[in-house]
């Protein structure tokens, strides 16, 4: 099976994803600003019942106490030990972000009045050979939507093409497995509580499915290409990659 998050690292750079296939890992540390997007990620979990709340700010402050706590066991595997400092520099960040989080809340009042969805649902389609699971599945009329959590930067209008392709690509198993169209998604960018609602594209769909069977390829050994354009800076891979950047395929 591929998984979605295969496919946000293929469409990061493809030698990464060939790296992950071969039993690679990513290297993790818990540094504040690692920790800081694993509570914002927590955090929009929580958004919903914030709008609802008489005191938004003090609901988002016990909320955001209630994960610094959690977020050790919650994350046990991605980060076996995190430092008391570290913890509190990114509980101390996200806490600056709460007030504006409450002003933009009211103005996404459709989408966080909607206490119908799933966390993580686990969707599995054996005619893709594609599984993975949307931060969030939104139940809408008779439908659902996937949604995506996002705790990076946030484009001026719009999403970024990456988060594009993610949730088409979660639209598509969304499909499989309800037996439904779905002509859209949405993106939380959870640094300012901001919602954007996207229209899934024909173009988007198909790039997905190209994807997949490249990385297929990747999985049968093919090395992809050395991207121009690829993020080898901090790249846990830099390595290994210069070793063997001269016997690539010319597949992709
Ligand atoms: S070093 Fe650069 S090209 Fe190689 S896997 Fe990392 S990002 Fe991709």
Known sequence: MIRVSDINVYIKCPR??????????????????????LILKELALTYNSAFSAKNKLSHLNDELDRISG?????????????DDDSLASA????RSCLENICSNLPSNGDFYSNNSF???????????GLTGSPDKLIGINEGHVP???KTGSMPETGVWQSDRLQLTAYVILVEENFKLPVDRGFVEYA?????REIAIKRHERRKILQIKDRIRKIQEGVMPEKPENAP????????????RSTLTSRFF
């Open 147 to 149: 949604a995506i959590i």
């Open 191 to 195: 640094r300012w509580g901001k919602v």
């Open 16 to 37: 990464m994803c060939y790296f992950l296939q071969r039993g690679h890992e990513f290297k993790r540390d818990a540094s504040p600003g690692y920790l800081e997007r």
């Open 91 to 94: 509980v101390s960040n996200v």
């Open 232 to 243: 080898c800076d901090h790249c846990s891979f830099e390595k290994m990659c210069d070793v």
């Open 118 to 128: 799933h966390v993580e649902p686990l969707l599995k389609s054996e005619k893709f």
């Open 70 to 82: 959690e977020i050790p066991v919650i994350y046990r595997t991605e980060l076996p030990a995190i």
